[in-house]
């Protein structure tokens, strides 16, 4: 049973234009939020992180947003880049020392 | 900068055999995590382990165990490889704010 979903395999975004990656988890006990990325054959690099007293966190181009009573998070890329292609993980976790719960991933890629 | 070694990044081993990945981290971190990805699965939690001599089943622990002597020093050991461990095996060591991860350690089992 997953925990951490997120729904769509892939997407595919034209450059320039906004990515919106979407993330959904089922456990309430969840507090802590992070967006990774991963190029082939490398291990995945933390991208941004959110916790559960925010609906907001922004970093350059990267902003995530998270909707608790949703149980929902999605991470928003402005402008998308082609260097952006990669797999997106959402993960979770109860606080932020504990184990974290990813997601299947979403491959972004961006047309020039 | 956190550095996260795993001693190989591609093998290859034929079924039965005892296979050992190694993972060495410098930041003196007492969290370290091995999990396994595979397509449209994500990454799944082996084995983790908060502190030297203990250790936690994740969620697919079946077919493996795992090896903390040493603080910077976490090891995942297939007693018996199978076909279906194949797949790419991701070292990680978090603080309090991220999880950082090696570069990952692609296992073939023929």
């Known amino acids: 049973d997953q925990q951490v979903k997120q729904n769509s395999p892939s997407l595919s975004v034209q450059e320039g234009r906004i990515s919106i990656l979407n993330c959904d988890y089922t456990n309430s006990m969840f507090d802590y939020f992070l967006w990774y990325k991963k190029y082939p054959a490398e291990g995945p690099t933390f991208l941004i992180s959110?916790?559960?007293?925010?609906d907001k966190n922004e970093d350059g181009r990267f902003t995530v947003f998270l909707n608790k009573s949703a149980k929902h998070l999605s991470l928003h890329i402005v402008p998308s880049q082609p260097g952006d292609s990669a797999v997106y993980f959402c993960?979770?976790?109860?606080?932020?020392?504990?184990?974290?719960?990813f997601g299947p991933g979403t491959s972004l890629s961006v047309i020039p | 900068d956190v550095k996260v070694t795993q001693s190989s990044r591609y093998l290859v081993k034929r079924t039965g055999e005892k296979v050992f990945l190694e993972c060495v981290q410098d930041?003196?971190?007492?969290?370290m995590f091995w999990y396994r990805q595979d397509p449209g699965l994500g990454l799944r939690l082996i084995y983790f382990?908060?502190?030297?001599?203990?250790?936690e089943k994740g969620d697919i622990p079946e077919g493996y165990s795992v090896s903390r002597e040493k603080k910077e020093r976490f090891s995942l050991i297939l007693e018996s490889a199978s076909t279906n461990q194949t797949s790419m095996y991701l070292c990680?060591?978090?603080?309090?704010?991220?999880?950082?991860f090696g570069q990952g350690t692609r296992l073939t089992v023929v």
């Open positions: 959110i916790s559960s007293i925010k």
């Open positions: 930041m003196d971190h007492e969290n």
């Open positions: 382990s908060y502190d030297v001599k203990m250790k």
């Open positions: 993960a979770a976790s109860k606080t932020s020392y504990d184990k974290v719960i």
């Open positions: 990680a060591t978090t603080s309090s704010t991220e999880a950082f």
